[in-house]
């Protein structure tokens, strides 16, 4: 009785180490792609125009999330480069089933072109997304108040 109590716990002990060791590897980098539509608004904080300010929500698709809606709020402060700007703001990425995927925002806008270079740094979010991590490249063009984006990159979760 005695032997088969301890095989018994080695197999428990067994099977507890694999089941660590999967989670394990599900919460390693996963790809990450993104294409958004949306529409934006711009504010100048004052006259001169050297920070303005951006709200800016779209639709699109993502992997891990599916369908989605994305909210976000920044802010472009103007460089010593005529119509170069800085970008840092944050972001909510909505799931259809409701969880959501926040981040952090930084580079740059080119006012002339009417492009921007953005990397995003996942900070967390509800659901599977709680502890996100990782760090996606957004391409993003701007036209007459409307955007387009392609973003890839990757995501622990």
Known sequence: MKRYLS?????????????VMSLTALAGPR??????HGQLQVTPRDASGTVLDVVANGTGTA?????????????LTATSTPGIFD???EAVLISASGETLTTTITGTFNGATGHAD?????????GR???????????VDVADGWY?????G???Y
């Open 63 to 75: 992997t891990h999330l599916g369908a989605i809606t994305v909210q976000r709020t920044a802010t």
């Open 31 to 36: 790809p990450f792609h993104l294409v958004e």
């Open 118 to 126: 953005l990397v995003y740094e996942w900070t967390g979010g509800t």
């Open 154 to 156: 990757q995501i622990i």
């Open 148 to 152: 387009d984006v392609v973003a890839t």
């Open 87 to 89: 970008f840092n703001g």
């Open 7 to 19: 095989k018994f716990g080695s197999s428990l002990q067994a099977i507890s180490l694999i089941a």
């Open 129 to 139: 997304f709680e502890h996100a991590t990782g760090t996606t490249f957004w391409s």
